[in-house]
């Protein structure tokens, strides 16, 4: 029976963390390689899934839960992408509120299901829009106390730690921010990259193909603060078919969905850990997203298409009260459609917070090599 390589990114909401698996599954590709992938979310309708399966990748999806509280269903679905598509390589990104992935998911895998799965590296993304202020202690980071807790816990179980989105910083900002992680997680190798870009990206290869006693990190952990830190957040998921009487700019839509809902959560005084769409139409699908309150959405996926009617899935996840995020993400489609004489059709909104993380397995001391 052969073994599969399984590859685990994490990172925080908006690190990067689907850019950088599709760049790496890309890679896997180009060197002959069968690459499968399993998303992860807190429920169905997943921007990242849509836009993964649009680039042409096998993908697998886990929701309802994380991959630790839903173990089983995550080796499930990795074991059936093995039989479907005998991949070499499974690529897994977990939910970005989720830490403590060491203890629940890697040592899980390394001893229940060795014979399956060769585990890579643990690699964390950082995400530096809120890394840099969470790092340096500021007040006003974004998030309360509770929810960088699990942002730095992340880091701290990490075998390495991706620096992202350096196209987007200054010299001063990236050699700050070495800095900052090198203070507070020394001896955990860092690697500097635009998973955008492509900077940097043959050092993350070489990282995730170490060989060695990996995965060992195991935190100590308060869950009563990781699960209040979880459910500060507001999480919504809805899919929509937009139709028009006349002809629309796709990615302009997109744009302006998440340029309106940036503007409505300032006005909220409500922080933005990511927002994300994607909207379909026929071949072509084009995504765009948000980071941070202080920054411009991103169109991260061109789509160049004009079109009467497209679907449209919407990914919010925000420090505000889900039932006034959905009000907002309504009025703003809402507003959106109007000026283009379209009909927004809703079909399907799920809006909530995350529940207490209850893992399926956690190992509490690594497994002897």
């Not at 990748?57 to 080796?75: H, I, R």
């Not at 072509?284 to 298409?305: D, K, Q, T």
Request: proline share 4%.
């Amino acid at each position: 029976m052969s073994v599969t390589r399984f590859v685990m990114l994490g990172g925080f909401l908006g690190a990067g963390k689907t850019t950088t698996i599709a760049r790496l599954a890309n890679s896997y590709q180009q060197q002959g390689l069968r690459v499968g992938i399993v998303t992860n979310d807190q429920a169905s309708d997943l921007v990242d899934t849509h836009s993964l399966r649009s680039q042409g990748f096998e993908v697998g999806e886990v929701a309802g839960a994380c991959f630790c509280c839903n173990f089983n269903e995550l080796t499930d679905v990795a074991e059936q992408l093995t039989v479907d598509q005998h991949p070499d390589v499974i690529l897994a990104e977990p939910v970005g509120s989720c830490t403590d992935l060491v203890a629940t998911v890697v040592q899980p895998l390394m001893r229940l299901h060795a014979d399956r799965f060769h585990v890579a590296p643990y690699g964390v993304i950082l995400k530096p829009s809120h890394g840099l202020k969470i790092l340096k202690g500021e007040p006003n980071a974004g998030f309360s106390p509770k929810a960088a807790y699990i942002f730095q816990k992340q880091l701290e179980e990490a075998d390495f730690i991706v620096l992202n989105r350096i196209d987007q910083l200054t010299t001063d900002q990236i050699e700050e921010l070495q800095r900052l992680v090198e203070d507070q997680f020394p001896g955990i190798p860092t690697l500097q990259m635009s998973a955008k870009t492509g900077a940097g990206f043959a050092g993350l290869l070489e990282l995730l193909d170490q060989q060695g006693e990996f995965g060992r990190r195991i935190l100590e952990i308060d869950y009563d603060v990781y699960a209040e830190g979880e459910a500060e957040l507001g999480w919504l998921n809805s899919n929509l078919r937009i139709t028009s009487t006349q002809a629309f700019a796709l990615d302009e839509l997109l744009v302006e969905i998440v340029d309106g809902l940036r503007d409505r959560l300032r006005l909220a005084n409500a922080e933005a850990a990511h927002l994300k769409t994607i909207g379909l139409s026929g071949i072509s699908h084009g995504v765009a997203n948000l980071i941070s309150n202080e920054l411009p959405a991103e169109l991260s996926l061109a789509s160049a298409c004009v079109t009467a009617n497209a679907d449209v899935v919407v990914n919010a996840r925000v420090a505000l009260d889900p039932a006034a995020l959905e009000i907002h993400v309504q009025q703003v489609v809402d507003s959106v459609c109007a000026q283009r004489r379209a009909t927004p059709e809703w079909r399907q909104t799920q809006s909530f917070r995350p529940g207490r993380p209850v893992p399926t397995h956690r190992f509490a001391v690594a497994h002897p090599d």
